[in-house]
């Protein structure tokens, strides 16, 4: 009996490192925030390029989606096609990219593939050359960061013979299958410096991580400007007091910071 209780013990230790050391820095399943129809590019992070124009729309088909799930992304385009996610990772940690996939019509192939982008161009670090069928299935890979900073995951659909050979991506997902949640949050969080502070007129902000927009509060709550486009703010015209300043990066990281005006 004694053992038996060791045996538990030892059980719920290693079930719950092992629930502490995956962590889920990303995940769609198409079934919220979508309109059908629509462009994909731009929603919730996916950026979509192509040789040819891109053609890749959410859609609602009842149904249709992974285990008879009704969204689902639908890769049109006969040529050509790459989508992606960017997300910043840690070195040494491993990573774990996965999706469902399927095609409709003509003959298609998927892509999964990882890329470094930390030089000038990216550079693949991983790929797998995947066929795809008629029903839903698994791709995935799988890889140990090199350095810490923000990579791609990314879809790349082959050349079709016609405008009909499409592919359907659903329950998307980047996991950290190594990584504690304290790694996770802290390498996460967006890091920038406001100058000068107190501040007259021009405000600067610099970070390592690329500025989508900036939005200046009021301690009640009241957003005083909004900002895209640019690392700095002209504060001129603004009331003297203490503001908090909200920097959004463009890989969903947020951080806010006390600004005074004198």
């Not at 920097?247 to 005006?261: C, E, F, P, Q, W």
Request: glycine residues 8%; aromatic residues 10%; negative net charge.
């Amino acid at each position: 009996m004694k053992q038996f209780y060791i045996f538990t013990f030892l059980l719920c230790v290693w079930i719950t490192q092992r629930a502490h050391a995956q962590q889920t820095i990303f995940s769609d399943d198409f079934e919220s925030g979508y309109t059908n129809e629509a462009d994909l590019v731009g929603v919730n992070g996916w950026q979509v390029f192509a040789n040819a124009t891109a053609i890749v729309k959410s859609v609602n088909n009842n149904g249709a989606g992974f285990n008879g799930s009704d969204w689902y992304a639908d890769i049109r385009n006969d040529g050509h096609q790459e989508i992606q996610q960017v997300r910043a990772l840690i070195a040494g940690e491993t990573y774990e990219f996965k999706a469902q996939a399927k095609k409709t019509g003509a003959w298609a192939s998927l892509k999964i593939g990882a890329y470094d982008l930390s030089g000038t161009n990216p550079v693949l670090i991983i790929e797998s050359a995947n066929s795809v069928g008629v029903e839903y299935a698994e791709k995935t890979i799988s890889f140990t960061a090199g350095y810490s900073g923000n990579h791609a995951f990314r879809f790349t659909k082959g050349d079709g013979a016609t405008a009909t050979a499409q592919v359907q991506i659903d329950n998307v997902e980047i996991t950290c299958t190594t990584c504690t949640p304290a790694s996770v949050d802290d390498f996460n969080k967006l890091k920038f410096t406001i100058s000068p502070n107190p501040a007259q007129d021009i405000v600067r902000v610099t970070s390592n991580d690329i500025l989508e927009k900036m939005e200046l509060y009021s301690l009640t709550g009241a957003k005083i400007l909004e900002v895209k486009g640019n690392n700095y703010i002209n504060m001129n015209g603004i009331s003297s007091g203490i503001y908090l300043l909200k920097v959004h990066s463009d890989n969903g990281s947020v951080a806010t910071k006390k600004l005074i005006k004198n």
